[in-house]
């Protein structure tokens, strides 16, 4: 166990390293730092000075080991536009991102683990053909034109009339396939409540709760298909498999196998799955931030690269590597210590 | 004595024996799906003849006419089938072209992640040590990030190096580019996965008994027997390709107004679809979303009758 999580450890190390490399080189070769601090009138003899006293033309290892020192202590100096620290531009930003894949990811759960299991016991009804149906439309689906169509159909409404208005049930069709619309659909509003730090929440209130709800559905969107359909997948596996067909013969109740044996052994793939697809969660968060001008870390992001705040840039890159990485192993060690089979020393069996 | 010649079959003779094409033939889904896919390639292509503007010349564009609706609805005009975007461009026109430049961008970022993959896949599946260690941690890190935040980093650093400007005009290539260089782990996994399978095989014994040497064991005996599932991949990948680039687009990291690809439609028309425009942006939406789904459809198909237990999900 101390061996694998040593082992875990340092790879994850090294994977911060190799990410800061990124980071510094981008920093090293966007733009001049000289030119973004003194004005056009300088002339060039303090430029150079200036270059010098601030260590630019040092080489690049002990540049970089100056950047790793600053980062370690989390310093990445000053955001061009907000002019402060750049880590405080991250941490102001970071609830409305966390609070928003926290409730795309509970969606996520709550909806794909009964879905998944339940169009693997019945793979031929009618309900699970349309769940998987549905599924592969969601996959296709672009997360941005999901949120697109949401507010058009729950923020801006939509009236149709295909059916006689004059009619009793034409008008009653008419109202069922139009919306009233009315959900809000940008930013996160003006009744959040405080919790500690630079974090104000959502969830606190009835209407900030509101705001959520788009951009969460917007967000597990993209994520719901796939697990629904992973799920699907691993549980007919498992129920093929002669431990299952073993505790039918036993006479063991079926929901007690379905939710107590197979479901357990379902779930192995998903936790590994589900780690590396946050990552990609983090990722659409920049797509669904946009287009619901959430107030996050993926908006602030976009708005440092139209402003080249290339010390902004680089904080978000790093801190979301940091994210990355602690996830990833964390379930990497959650994934061995659920599953006995693996060996943690990671010796070859 | 007579000998007896066995007539080799002709390559369209086992094409039509084959099992793919029989699986095709009593499969519904993906007869439809490949119609709808070929008949919108063909579309795309022919865009120059097929649209009834050109988008790309100003000349043509009034933006008198900007924002007109559809034909179904009251206050269209029939010059513009489908409407006008908020800058006066027919929006079927602007489809067609859109269509176009997405699908170059789709197939040729997949062609390049194809080269790039497959030949890593190759190198670390058949040297295997450091190489495959080097190679396989590469992919590891790149596929924890997600393909797509490293698309968008590429190319938000590609944007910054080398300006607005000059990133719009070469557009298309770097697009290719970055999602070229964001997928390439998908294909290298795979490749890696059936050399490992085929390497410990006899008729890779025996060509290295006869001499021949590694670059040639790899390209003409290895590779040919790890082509279905590149194969399978490839379709899902093109689809991914089309989505990413659509995604960047959107973000503004991608194709500009000027030359439109369906990711920047969808943008451009996003910005007014409060003011009731909504067809700007849903009609190039729907066209994206359809093009991605047969291509999907196509893929699962391919997949259950190349080998069904390629991979899950």
């Known amino acids: ?349 | 004595m007579t000998t007896i010649t066995i007539p080799v079959p002709s390559r369209w003779a086992r094409f039509r024996d084959s099992y793919l094409l029989y699986s095709f033939k009593r499969d519904l889904i993906a007869q439809v799906c490949l119609l709808v896919f070929v008949a919108m390639v063909a579309a795309a292509i022919l865009a120059p003849w097929l649209a009834p503007m050109n988008p790309y010349d100003l000349a043509q564009i009034d933006i008198l006419s900007s924002e007109l609706p559809p034909f179904w609805i009251e206050g269209s005009d029939p010059l513009y089938l489908l409407g006008t975007d908020a800058q006066g461009r027919d929006l079927l026109s602007t489809i067609l072209y859109g269509a176009r430049v997405s699908l170059i961008i789709g197939f040729g970022a997949v062609i390049l992640q194809a080269l790039i993959g497959v030949s890593f896949g190759l190198l670390a599946g058949y040297l295997g040590g450091r190489v495959d260690a080097f190679l396989m941690r590469l992919a590891d890190i790149q596929l924890s990030f997600s393909t797509l935040m490293v698309a968008i980093i590429v190319g938000a650093v590609f944007k910054a190096t080398f300006g607005g400007e000059t990133f719009s005009e070469y557009a298309v290539i770097l697009l290719v580019l970055i999602i070229g260089l964001a997928e390439w782990p998908q294909y290298a996994r795979t490749v890696r996965a059936s050399v490992l399978a085929e390497r410990s095989k006899e008729y890779v014994d025996a060509a290295r008994v006869m001499g021949f040497r590694a670059k040639r064991i790899m390209f003409r005996h290895i590779l040919p027997n790890t082509l279905s599932p590149i194969f399978v991949i490839s379709t899902v990948q093109v689809a991914n390709a089309i989505i990413s680039e659509a995604a960047l687009s959107f973000l503004g990291l991608g194709m500009p107004e000027t030359q439109p690809s369906l990711g920047s439609l969808i943008k451009s028309g996003f910005d007014y679809i409060q003011s009731g425009s909504w067809w700007i942006t849903l009609i190039p939406g729907t066209v994206l979303v359809v093009l991605v789904l047969v291509i999907n459809l196509l893929g699962d198909w391919l997949r259950d009758v190349m080998n069904p237990r390629l991979y899950k999900g």
Do not use: C
């Open chain 1, 1 to 349: 166990m101390i061996a694998f999580l040593i082992k875990r450890l340092f790879h994850a190390l090294l994977v911060m390293f190799v990410i800061s490399v990124i980071s510094f080189a981008i920093q090293d070769n966007l733009g001049d730092p000289i030119q973004q601090m003194v004005g056009q009138s300088v002339p060039e003899s303090e430029r150079a000075a200036l270059r010098e006293e601030l260590g630019l033309n040092d080489p690049f290892l002990v540049q970089y080991l100056r950047f790793a020192k600053n980062a370690v202590q989390f310093d990445f100096g000053y955001s061009y536009f907000f002019n402060e620290p750049t880590t405080d531009v991250i941490l102001r930003h970071l609830p409305a991102t966390l609070e928003l894949v926290a409730a795309a990811t509970f969606l996520i759960v709550t909806l794909s683990v009964p879905i998944g299991v339940y169009s693997a016991i019945k793979p031929r009804s009618p309900l699970s053909r349309l769940f998987m149906g549905v599924s592969i439309v969601g996959i296709s689906i672009p997360v941005f034109l999901t949120a697109i169509v949401l507010i058009q159909i729950f923020s801006i409404g939509i009236s149709v009339t295909p059916f006689p208005e004059t009619t009793g049930w034409g008008s009653w069709l008419n109202g069922l396939l139009s919306t009233e619309g009315g959900m809000p659909a940008y930013g996160r509003g003006n009744d959040l409540t405080h919790v500690v730090g630079t974090w104000y929440t959502n969830f606190a209130s009835w209407d900030s709760l509101t705001y959520l709800v788009l951009p969460a559905i917007s967000l597990a969107s993209i994520m719901l298909p796939l697990f629904i359909r992973l799920i699907r997948a691993e549980m007919l596996e498992v129920l093929q498999s002669d431990y299952v067909k073993f505790a039918k013969a036993k006479g063991i109740s079926m929901r007690r196998i379905y939710f107590l044996h197979a479901l357990k052994n379902t779930m192995l793939p998903v936790i590994t799955v589900g780690g590396v697809q946050i990552g990609t969660l983090v990722a659409f968060t920049i797509l669904t931030e946009t287009v619901f001008q959430w107030p996050g870390m993926g908006l602030m992001f976009l708005d440092a690269i139209e402003r080249s705040d290339i010390p902004l840039i680089i904080t978000y890159l790093m801190v979301v590597g940091l994210i990355f990485v602690i996830t990833n192993t964390l379930v990497d060690l959650i994934y061995g210590l659920v599953n006995p089979t693996v060996k943690l020393t990671g010796k070859p069996a």
